[in-house]
């Protein structure tokens, strides 16, 4: 669904009578489509994802590559709703390393660690209308009822000050995000057996910061030792 299509969703599930507050426009009556809806957008896609996400949803995961630098830092594209899984790949084996706080960081790793990085990533809203929905940060992958279950929440947070009831929304909300939440587990979600494997990396750990350095570079994820 392109980012235009999700506007006028939203604009067809609000109520008013009249469409005075709901008509785009620049007047202090009237609603700004092209900031107030993009605003109850990005808050929806946030609000949605992290739910689905939080809750052990796999279908928005991805797997991205990234080299370390020589502070042993790598730079996502985007930033990450949620980050699941940082493994160091050697050969054609993968380790999962740990968690930590930047504030515990060590000893950076060296130049040159090819890191898989596992992660759900957050909607984007402020693009052209011409963008299609995207869950993968820089590629493509969509999916309908998520689309939905945020366009109605998006709705939701636009009502009426006087907070008048809309239950037909309210009750649309509750079926989207039911479908979301069911959506069946993948296979990837069963964890194969370790028990023969040494994981030479148990040292290693990955800390993420949304501002890192001198230049301030942004969704900055650190491998280091302790």
């Known amino acids: 669904m392109l980012k235009s299509e999700a506007r006028s969703r939203v604009l067809s599930l609000l109520d008013d009578v009249d469409a005075t507050r709901w008509t785009s426009g620049t007047s202090t009556t009237q609603l700004n489509a092209t900031k107030d809806v993009d605003i109850a957008l990005a808050v929806a896609a946030e609000e949605c994802v992290s739910q689905y996400a939080g809750g052990g949803g796999e279908r ?5 590559e990234f080299t370390t630098d020589s502070n042993g830092v790598v730079f996502l594209t985007h930033y990450p709703v949620v980050i699941k899984n940082v493994s160091v790949r050697s050969g054609t084996s ?4 740990r968690a930590a706080r930047m504030s515990e960081s060590q000893n950076p790793v060296g130049v040159g660690d090819l890191i898989h990085v596992r992660a759900v990533y957050g909607q ?4 052209a209308g011409t963008t299609a929905f995207s869950y993968a940060g820089d590629s493509d992958l969509a999916w309908d009822v998520m689309d939905a279950w945020i366009c109605t929440v998006a709705a939701k947070h636009l ?18 995000r039911e479908a979301a939440i069911r959506e069946p587990e993948t296979p990837m979600s069963i964890e194969f057996p370790r028990n023969d494997r040494f994981n030479f990396y148990t040292d290693y750990r990955w800390s993420f910061v949304a501002s890192y350095g ?3 570079t942004l969704n900055s994820l650190q491998i280091h030792r302790i």
């Open 214 to 216: 001198p230049t301030s």
């Open 124 to 127: 984007d809203m402020f693009v």
């Open 60 to 64: 928005l995961d991805t797997v991205k």
């Open 159 to 176: 009502l009426p000050k006087d907070a008048e009831p809309n239950n037909q929304l309210d009750e649309r909300i509750g079926m989207l």
């Open 94 to 97: 993968s380790y999962p390393i």
